[in-house]
C-alpha cells in the first residue's frame, strides 16, 4: 500500500492501493518519488501574468505577440470579459541564464515603451497582482509512474513547448491514467511494470505532438522564419488560417518545420 502524509495544523496520513500525482508544476509527489530532482532550465519556461481592464483594441480574439524580448516565447493578450484582459509573456528559462531577465520588467516595458503597445495601454489599469510561475515543458520524456503512483498534467510535465498550453494534456494525460487505474484495480496489480502502460499510452498519444511542438519552439529562435511567416499571413487569409490551425493541429505543426514549406511560402 502506497500513500501520502499531510502535514499542516493536523498530521494526516492516508494509505491507497494507487497514488496519482495530480498537484501541478512544483509536484511534491514527483519530487518524493524522484521523478524530478529540480526543473531542468532547457526544458521550463518562466511566465509572469497581470490582469489588466481598459486595455484598447480587440476583444474578441486571443493575441500572441513574438516579441523580441523573449523569443520564441511571446507575450499575450487574452480578453477574459468585455472590460478585463489577461496579460503576459513567456520564455524559456534556459534563455534568461547569465543576462539577469527581470521577466516583469519585460511585461511593463513591452506594455509602456513598444509602439504597438503603448497607445493600447494609454487607459489601462492593472487590476490583479502579477504573478509568476515555472512551466515544465513536454520537451523531454519525464519519469511519470513507478510502484503505485502516476503523475499527470504539469506533474508530469506535459506542457506544449511552443504554445505553453496544459490543459489539454493534462486532460488527456488523467483520462489514460483512468484506464490503466482501472485496469490495475481489476488485476489488483499496482506494480511499476502494470503501470508502464500508462506511460506507454501516455507517449503514444501526446509524444510525437511534443517532439513537434520542441522542433516549431527551436525553430522560433531564427526571427527571419517567423517574420516571414507572419508577414505572409498578413497578407493572405489561408497563410492565417494555417497558422491558427497549428496550434491544434499536428499534421499543420509539422508543415511549420519543414524547410519547403518557407521555399512554398517565400515564392507564394
Ligand atoms: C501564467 C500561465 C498561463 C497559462 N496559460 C495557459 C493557457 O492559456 N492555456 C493552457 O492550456 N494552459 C495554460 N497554462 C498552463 C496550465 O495552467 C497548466 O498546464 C494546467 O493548469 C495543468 O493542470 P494540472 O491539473 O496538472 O495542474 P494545476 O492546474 O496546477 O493543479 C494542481 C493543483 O494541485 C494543488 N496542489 C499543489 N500542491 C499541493 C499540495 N502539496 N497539497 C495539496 N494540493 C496541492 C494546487 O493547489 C492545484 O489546485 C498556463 C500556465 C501559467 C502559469
Not at 5 to 33: C, N, P, Y
Request: positive net charge; glycine residues 8%.
Amino acid at each position: 500500500m502506497k500513500g501520502i502524509e499531510l502535514k499542516g495544523k493536523k498530521e494526516r496520513e492516508f494509505r491507497a492501493k494507487i497514488l496519482v500525482g495530480a498537484d501541478g508544476a512544483h509536484s511534491v509527489i514527483a519530487r518524493k518519488t524522484g521523478c524530478v530532482t529540480e526543473p531542468d532550465p532547457r526544458h521550463s519556461c518562466a511566465a509572469v501574468r497581470a490582469y489588466y481592464t481598459g486595455v484598447a483594441g480587440p476583444k474578441d480574439r486571443i493575441e500572441l505577440h513574438f516579441i523580441d524580448e523573449v523569443l520564441p516565447g511571446y507575450f499575450w493578450i487574452f480578453p477574459v470579459s468585455k472590460t478585463e484582459h489577461n496579460v503576459g509573456l513567456g520564455m524559456l528559462v534556459k534563455d534568461m541564464q547569465g543576462k539577469h531577465v527581470n521577466l516583469k520588467e519585460v511585461m511593463f516595458n513591452a506594455i509602456e515603451k513598444n509602439a504597438l503597445f503603448k497607445p493600447r495601454f494609454k487607459n489601462a489599469k492593472l487590476s490583479s497582482e502579477v504573478r509568476g510561475w515555472n512551466l515544465p515543458l513536454g520537451s523531454r520524456r519525464q519519469k511519470v509512474h513507478g510502484n503505485g503512483y502516476l503523475l499527470v498534467g504539469d506533474a508530469a510535465s506535459l506542457i506544449d513547448p511552443f504554445t505553453g498550453e496544459g490543459v489539454g494534456n493534462a486532460t488527456t494525460s488523467a483520462k489514460i491514467a483512468s484506464l490503466v487505474i482501472e485496469k490495475a484495480l481489476k488485476l489488483n496489480d499496482f506494480s511499476e511494470q502494470m503501470l508502464s502502460e500508462y506511460a506507454d499510452n501516455l507517449w503514444a498519444e501526446l509524444g510525437s505532438e511534443l517532439q513537434t511542438s520542441y522542433n516549431l519552439q527551436r525553430a522560433g529562435k531564427w526571427k527571419f522564419l517567423l517574420n516571414l511567416v507572419i508577414d505572409k499571413a498578413a497578407n493572405r487569409p489561408e497563410v492565417r488560417e494555417f497558422i491558427g490551425g497549428t496550434f491544434t493541429n499536428e499534421d499543420a505543426k509539422k508543415q511549420l518545420y519543414s524547410p519547403l514549406f518557407y521555399l512554398k511560402l517565400l515564392f507564394a
